[in-house]
């Protein structure tokens, strides 16, 4: 199957630092891509939506100046935590759809991010 | 987007046939019902994907209803690696001109294996 990666995978930060996340989608392209975030024992909670080439679509109560996006590239798009908070620590994945000529145009997620935030 | 209902957990014992099952009473005639799998600190990764009545792939099979309310996915013969958390979702697969749906996860059902 299709390959997503992201980078890094895990990162500790000083609260009021900016932390960037990457996600890469390495054997296809992707126009759009999903970013989530997972607290421990919780479900994936959708953040936004990445499109290249244009801004990316913010889930209701999401900050879009806090979790800045930019999709710059058929194959990259990178979530920016600005000054991040204790309360940003999480797990951040990303998500891309392969349209396919078969039955499954699947969303290959990446491995994720664990962030904390001291 | 269609909200989908599964138990919250389950219990099973290696080498026993798993069926979890999922409601989706609101699904909409464009939906297909898709199924991840996720381990701790992973990202989800795609197990099986239906339309309707009965699909079956090398490690899952789904079957769905002719009303598609609903859908149940069979793991046969569990092992201990099969311990994680399964996810049933609905949205529409917008096939070959693109334009995919976002994704909304619901609880899940985290499966226990056992020895």
């Known amino acids: 199957g299709a390959v997503v990666s992201q980078h890094p995978s895990r990162v500790i930060c000083k609260s009021g630092t900016s932390v960037k996340i990457e996600c890469r989608s390495l054997d296809f392209q992707a126009t759009t891509m999903f970013w989530y975030r997972q607290f421990p024992k919780q479900s994936l909670m959708l953040m936004a939506t990445s499109n290249e080439g244009s801004k990316a679509t913010y889930e209701q109560g999401v900050e879009k100046d806090k979790f800045l996006i930019n999709h710059a590239s058929l194959t990259l798009s990178t979530l920016t935590v600005t000054s991040a908070h204790p309360e940003d620590s999480s797990f951040y994945i990303c998500s891309a759809p392969k349209y396919g000529t078969g039955d499954n145009n699947e969303q290959f997620f990446g491995p994720g991010t664990r962030l904390t935030v001291l | 987007l269609a909200k989908t209902t599964q138990p919250i957990s389950m219990d099973s014992y290696e080498g026993q046939e798993v069926n979890i099952t999922c409601s989706h009473n609101n699904i909409a005639t464009n939906d297909y019902i898709t199924w991840y799998q996720q381990f701790p600190s992973q990202g989800p990764r795609f197990i099986i994907q239906?339309?309707?009545t009965k699909v079956t792939n090398e490690v899952a099979s789904l079957f769905i209803p002719a009303d598609r309310k609903s859908s149940t996915l069979s793991l046969p013969r569990v092992s201990l690696s099969d311990t994680a958390v399964y996810y049933c979702l609905v949205g529409d697969r917008a096939g070959f001109s693109g334009g995919y749906n976002k994704l909304i996860f619901g609880a899940g059902t985290r499966l226990a294996v056992h020895p």
């Open positions: 239906g339309y309707k």
